[in-house]
């Protein structure tokens, strides 16, 4: 565990990473951090009125379901991206002072889940203003939450390793995102496809477990079983492979940048 | 960075330490490519040794010369001892806390100001941010870039990260100091400002590496010195017989 040693050695040194990329990320602009909270706001009523009307929910929960599902995904979309980007973003530190590697990576994915975390004001904000009220259910939330950073991490450390060899990959990555977002049932009701042939589609796919049982303890529902099972599995798997993989290759990584 | 916990005076061990890169002919950066050779077998399988075989130990607050021509491997050794590369084989054991400056600068973000890189370069040297800001004004004085403190690295001269490198790592007394070309870019006055900084620190027990062409200053600055040939270790002893052998060597 020679890993998490040197996690503990660097503190000050990740969280200064983390630091970094919250404030060159709304370098810049006037709002600043702010805009972790706007952005979704926004996007929320762009949804609400498209979907809304094109799918005919009117009901005033349908934005906090919409809301609530975007802000998982761009979770995921924004670590995940900026994980992959993390060893080139420092390449200036990786080509002249040994830190530990995993950090870059790694605070890629924390940092964003920091705005996560702020934006989720607005989720509450959102929730109450529309008649969604906290039940005892809600203190669950913090099981899909866990399931999501676990699963983020992993995802980014694999994404980080394979990024570093092959630039193609951000491009591909994107593409790839765009069918998560679609299987993720963000801005539709899955009962709309429930019978149908296609719903294991959904279910395969973990961050709409997550993002299902998120809804679940916002709602004050029940959580499904198998999806925790599936998500939480699929998430220790990706964070166990991604370790295995980037502890492999982290030596190679100076040769490709 | 790995630790050796043995009381003796030795802060750099290297043992027959060997570096070898896999010449590419051209980098494989994209999928496309790397499958297109893949299939080919074409995968290319060239290699340099740019370290060969080196051995050695430098003790507590020795200030070692490394002296040799373009290509010797100076700075693939000072990256090596910096923990920036992993040798192929061989192993380098170091104590205490490095400050590498490798190819004219520390490592900073270039997105961010000067400022916020004195606190960044701080936390890679382990120290806390609560450390960094006493530290903070000294540095900005000794760097003499107070005006240009909050402007973003990208914006400076190569002189000015230099300046900026070298006050950070002299400042916060770290145990092992690297300095490969560094005071070459400098205008004279920052450049003996330095020097007075580098003497100064002496009996404080900072074990310092000093790369440079200029076989003056190595001798004004060192006590020891080594040269590197293509990648070999041909002579390391105190200062005066190898910087007379580097002469004829130079002639």
Known sequence: ???????????????????????????RS???VVWSMIEPLLTMMVLTVVFGTLLGHHEKAFSVYILSGRLIYSLFSQSTTAALK?????????????????????????????????????????SLVLGVYPTKKLLLIIIPLAIL????????????????????????????????????????????????????????????????????????????????????????????????????????????L | MKENKDSSSEVIKLDTVTMEFNLHKEKLDSMKEYFIKLIKKDVDKKHFKALDNISFTVNRGDRVGVLGLNGAGKSTLMKIIAGVFEPTSGSVHTKGIIAPMIELG????????????????????????????????????????????????????????????????TMVNPDILILDEVLSVGDAKFRKKSENKLLSMMDESTTVLFVSHNLEQVKRLCNKAMILEKGKLIAMGNIDEIAEQYEEMTK
């Not at chain 1, 040194?13 to 983390?18: D, K, N, R």
């Not at chain 1, 899955?190 to 279910?203: C, E, F, N, Q, T």
Request: hydrophobic share 50%.
């Open chain 1, 86 to 126: 993390s060893i080139r973003q420092n390449e200036g530190l990786i080509k002249k002072v040994y830190v530990p590697k995993i950090l870059y990576p790694v605070s890629a994915v924390v940092f964003n889940y920091v705005l996560f975390i702020i934006s989720l004001i607005v989720l509450a904000g959102v």
């Open chain 2, 106 to 169: 520390a490592g900073f973000d270039m997105q961010y100001t000067g400022a916020e890189n004195i606190y960044l370069y701080g936390a890679v040297l382990g120290h806390s941010r609560k450390f960094m800001e006493k530290q903070f004004p000294g540095i900005v004085e000794f760097s003499e870039l107070k005006e240009f403190i909050d402007v973003p690295l990208k914006n400076y001269s190569s002189g000015m990260r230099a300046r900026l490198g070298f006050s950070i790592a």
């Open chain 1, 149 to 256: 950073f676990i699963f983020s991490v992993g995802a980014g450390l694999v994404l980080s390793t394979l990024g570093t060899f092959f630039r193609d990959l951000e491009y591909l990555w994107n593409v790839a995102l765009m069918l998560v977002m679609y299987t993720c049932a963000i801005f539709y009701y899955p009962d709309a496809i429930l019978h149908s042939d296609v719903y294991w589609i959904l279910k395969m796919n973990p961050l709409f477990c997550i993002i299902a049982n998120f809804r679940s303890c916002l709602f004050g529902g029940n959580m499904d079983m198998w999806m925790l099972g599936y998500s939480s599995i699929f998430a220790v798997f990706t964070l166990i492979l991604g370790y295995w993989i980037f502890e492999k290759n982290k030596n190679k990584f100076i040769l490709y």
């Open chain 1, 30 to 32: 006037y709002l600043g």
């Open chain 1, 1 to 27: 565990m020679t890993g998490i040693k040197e996690l503990y050695r660097y503190r000050n040194l990740f969280s200064e990473l983390v630091r970094k990329g919250i404030v060159l990320k709304y370098r």
